[in-house]
């Protein structure tokens, strides 16, 4: 139950990517708008993690679980419903708070309910396989429906399924919260949805407004201080929502780095081969998606065997394989990208990027909650899927700005000296879909060569881009060779299967907090027991 509900929350990460062009039609959505249907969910969802997180170690796990589903399933009916642009954005935004609530509170509960190392392993190993697999198949299902039926199914499908959800976690799943929790921290949680959703906006912002223009520049500024305050706050507060004193473990702190940077590389890629599927080889939304499947299978597969091979290599290894493995096949794309390639020439690297997904999000994941105390399973989930959630945005923002960078300078140089009205230059300047549209409509050799210039200038950016994400890939390899550790302290280097551990992290015993079994069953009596240790 919790990994389909973690499904349905990162399918939406995607499956508005081949609607696009549907709501531009249907709610004549600008393009403007368009990137605020789709960022209002990760700024919301990425703005409240860690505010989810530390609820639901305080007052319920399962309690804030099935919380986000209805808040989650109640947003996607009022999107799907939605008669306006300005409605679907803010319905959107429900859906993110819905997510936030639900994605901390769901690892938590596989945290707390696989005691042992190596079923928490293979049970994290499905969580991640399931949230990498929801990343690649959004494409697919979003293709599908809108083949069938109109917009809002999207978004409608996801109520049967959050509905499922709750009736199996609430008959199955058992509650469990921190019993030793602090108060709650008012001003930690103000300033991390602040200092968060303002980073965010600055990111999504950059490359329409540029990332050096005014709007963007004091936005960031602002949300860097606003979060160097949240640091502060958080050092010298007696009841943090967010301890620091995690991010000193390399297994959390580095392992969160690792993970960012693949869904960097991941999400870069996806955004960018979406379009190339679409424009410059002419598939439909359905078939575009289709050809992205290789790399939901792939996750399926490498996911769930990433436990044996992390039992065979240790964490450090297997993270830097998949770090390579997204690297290679982001290199591999840039290195075969132009105007005449096929997808037989691009596949293989797509195969590489979902071994790579596979390898790492369960590895990273595992490393990142299981160095953790149990009892703060909720803040380290809410950390990492902050993590991923900022690498995935920085990644559509910084590899979209770059192809799109190249896409303008090399349509303009093609063009220059055409005598072409400007609302006209401006819509082939403002995307390949766009030029592609003017080619249609005018026709003949002159419309054959405006596509040809537009489809050789995408093709320049993307060989860019995908470089960029790889070298980035990459460079997260080196950073987990470095600074990694490959077990944690005092397991042994050759772990045999069924021995404790299997390469799973566990917290140092400075940092574990007792299990609920051996806590003063009184609640004074367990106050007095925190303060003690």
Known sequence: MVCVAVLIVNVDNTILNVTLPTLVRDLHATSSELEWIVDSYAMVFAGLLFVGGSLADRLGRKRFFLLGLAVFAGGSIGAALSLSVHALIAWRAVMGAGAALLIPASL????????????????????????????????????????????????????????????????????????????????????????????????IEAPTQGWTSANVTLVGLASLIVLSGFIAWEAHCSHPMLKLQFFRERRFSVALIAESLGVFALLGALFIQTQFLQFDLGYTPLQAGMRILPIAA????????????????????????????????????????????????????????????????????????????????????????????????????????????????????????????AEIMQIVVGSLGGALAVAERIGGATGAALAHAARSAFMSGNTVAMAVGGAVALGGAVVVLAALPSRAPGQPTDVEPGIEDEGVFQAPSSMRQPDRDELPADPESARRHRQKD
């Open 298 to 421: 792939v996750i399926c597969v490498s996911a769930p065997l990433s436990p044996m091979v992390t039992r065979g290599v240790g964490i450090k290894l297997t993270a830097a394989l998949g770090l390579l493995a997204i690297g290679g096949g982001l290199l591999w794309i840039s290195m075969v990208s132009s105007v005449t390639v096929t997808y037989g020439e691009v596949v293989s690297g797509m195969l590489l990027i979902g071994l790579g997904a596979g390898l790492l999000l369960p590895t990273a994941t595992n490393s990142v909650v299981g160095s953790v105390p149990q009892g703060d399973s909720g803040m380290g989930s809410a950390t990492n899927t902050v993590a991923l959630q900022v690498g995935g945005a920085l990644g559509v923002a910084v590899v979209g700005s770059i192809m799109s960078t190249h896409y303008q300078d090399h349509i303009g140089a093609s063009l220059a000296g055409q005598q072409i009205p």
């Open 108 to 203: 938590s509960i596989i945290n707390d309910v696989f005691r042992d190392p190596g079923e928490r392993a293979r049970a994290i190993g499905a969580w991640a396989g399931t949230a990498g697999l929801g990343i690649a198949i959004g494409p697919i299902a979003g293709g599908l429906l809108l083949s069938k039926f109109w917009w809002g199914s999207i978004f409608l499908v996801n109520v049967p399924i959050a509905f499922a959800g709750f009736i199996g976690a609430f008959i199955l799943v058992p509650d469990s919260k921190n019993p030793c929790a602090d108060r709650p921290d008012p001003i930690g949680s103000l300033l991390s949805i602040v200092g968060v959703g303002l980073l965010l906006w600055a990111i």
